[in-house]
């Protein structure tokens, strides 16, 4: 599949298709990176829920089973101050949950984490070196960086606005993820954490492909060809897909999760800050529509998510996060080998 309108992806990240599998934290699989990568489509690894022997564990999965390039994507958060009066205050707001559900509400509140990229997650990167390092919520400190494209690793990151692309250009960026309000998971933001400044894909994507010069991969609301061809007409120069793949037999998603996805409606997801203090995209549940999914006193990302954890374990359907995009009424449950070639061949087909 060499025609497409525009192979500046292609041509810098060494992949047969302008398509990007998203990498999804928890749900993500080797399998499914594998099964991505042998379709010409770009396999992402994320790594923020992994602990450093996990990840190498998973590359070296990956990298016995497939020579095709790989992602690897790290966060790059600023870990929280320590707020035991905030953690109490948050854990007060779900006591009646806990009363109800006959979870117990004194014992030590469980731990929710996400590791930062930081020196050990590089060296991992170093031994590997993966054709692609993605980041999200900015980039990391310039000694890290320098470090990553020393191994001569592609640079790629999130921006939710054309002031985030134009910062992420300056900063060394090979090419970057337009990220439109449409898509699942957590939001890339991180020159502001205000929402307001958050905007769709169709008006951010020809925005920020006007504002930078390295190639633009859309992501958000995109679900089969149809997208993938507007994406194309709006400038961009390969697309980001991670909803579409969580109906794929290769992810690692809860029954609770699975269930959502496939009855849902387009209108039924929303932004929340509950399951992570960090806003992100999920199909709404119990938890959602009583406290409102965005909610002040949720602690700092990625801590919010320790006091849920007892809820989750008694009502995993009501009090865990079940991530997805606007676009989750186009999934449909085939494999993402086939997923990937059936988005490549039907999008081309239109393109041409």
């Known amino acids: 599949m060499s025609t497409w309108p525009d192979t500046r992806i292609l041509d810098l990240l060494g992949i047969e298709v302008p398509i990007i599998q998203a990498p999804m934290a928890g749900a993500t699989t080797t399998a ?17 829920a992994l602990t450093i022997e996990q990840l190498r564990a998973a590359l070296t999965t990956v990298r016995q089973a497939s020579s095709r390039p790989i992602n690897v994507n790290f966060f790059c958060h600023q870990p929280p101050d320590a707020n035991a009066a905030g953690d109490r205050r948050w854990k007060d707001v779900l006591e009646p949950y806990y009363r109800e559900l006959g979870a ?51 640079v790629l990151s999130s921006a939710t606005t054309v002031e985030e692309a134009i910062w992420l250009e300056q900063h060394g960026c090979d090419a970057i993820i337009a990220m439109g309000i449409e898509a699942g998971g957590h939001r890339g933001l991180f020159l ?68 959502a996805l496939r009855h849902a409606q387009a209108s039924e997801t929303a932004l929340t800050n509950l399951f992570t203090g960090r806003p992100a995209r999920g199909i709404v549940n119990r938890v959602m529509r009583e406290l409102g999914a965005i909610h002040p006193l ?25 991530w997805s995009g606007q676009a989750l009424r186009l999934g449909k449950d085939r494999s993402t080998y086939d997923l990937t070639r059936a988005l490549a061949e039907e999008a081309l087909a239109k393109l041409k």
Do not use: W
């Open 104 to 154: 117990d509400f004194d014992a030590p509140t469980p731990v929710s984490n996400r590791a930062p990229f930081n020196d050990a997650a590089c060296k991992v990167v170093e031994a590997f070196r993966p054709e692609v390092v993605s980041f999200h919520f900015g980039l990391p400190e310039k000694t890290l960086l320098d470090r990553v494209k020393a191994t001569g690793a592609k």
């Open 298 to 322: 949720a602690p700092a990302f990625p801590t919010s998510g320790g006091a849920l954890m007892p809820l989750k374990a008694k009502d995993e359907a009501g009090f865990s996060h079940l």
């Open 32 to 48: 499914m990176v594998i099964a991505a990568n042998e379709a010409g489509a770009l396999g992402s690894m994320p790594a923020a």
């Open 192 to 259: 502001s954490d205000d929402l307001n400044t958050q905007v769709g894909l169709m008006a951010l994507l020809p925005q920020m492909v006007d504002a930078v010069s390295v190639p633009v991969i859309a992501a958000g609301g995109i679900g089969d060809a149809r997208g993938i061809v507007a994406a194309f007409a709006l400038g961009a120069s390969a697309v980001q897909i991670g909803t579409a793949y969580l109906f794929t037999p290769e992810a690692n998603v809860s029954a609770s999760h699975h269930q």
